[in-house]
Nanobody, 121 residues
Framework: QVRVQEAGPGLVKPSQTLSLTCIVSEIDITTRSNAWSWIRQSPGKGLEWIGVIFATGATYYNPSLKSRTSISRDTSKNQFSLQLNSVTPGDTAVYYC?????????????WGQGAQVTVSS
């Protein structure tokens, strides 16, 4: 059973970079036809898709966040990561990583429990 877990600091200062890692187990993230995404939920708001990295290494980002976002991976550790630059209090949210089912029909989604990240000085 695929498992994912978010890891990273829970507090980031304004203007700094938010960095989170998604630890994946029971499947290699380079296995073809798999997509790995980051999403977030801010207080009082719905879920917001941040971006995706495919098994090929290709990445795509939410246009509204694209200029500040980078998703990368470390295949030796079977992890993928999120960096969000120049954060503001508006980036305070619970951040989720997961195996995204929206691109392929042959698996269900698997999401982590979420990591609360607060942007505050």
């Amino acid at each position: 059973q695929v498992r994912v877990q978010e890891a990273g600091p829970g507090l980031v200062k304004p203007s700094q970079t938010l960095s989170l890692t998604c630890i994946v187990s029971e499947i290699d993230i380079t296995t073809r036809s798999n997509a790995w995404s980051w999403i977030r939920q801010s207080p009082g708001k719905g879920l917001e898709w941040i971006g995706v990295i495919f098994a090929t290494g290709a990445t795509y980002y939410n246009p509204s966040l694209k200029s500040r976002t980078s998703i990368s991976r470390d295949t030796s550790k079977n992890q993928f990561s999120l960096q969000l630059n120049s954060v503001t209090p508006g980036d305070t949210a619970v951040y989720y990583c997961g195996r995204d089912p929206n691109y392929y029909d042959d698996y269900e989604g698997t999401w982590g429990q979420g990591a609360q990240v607060t942007v505050s000085s």
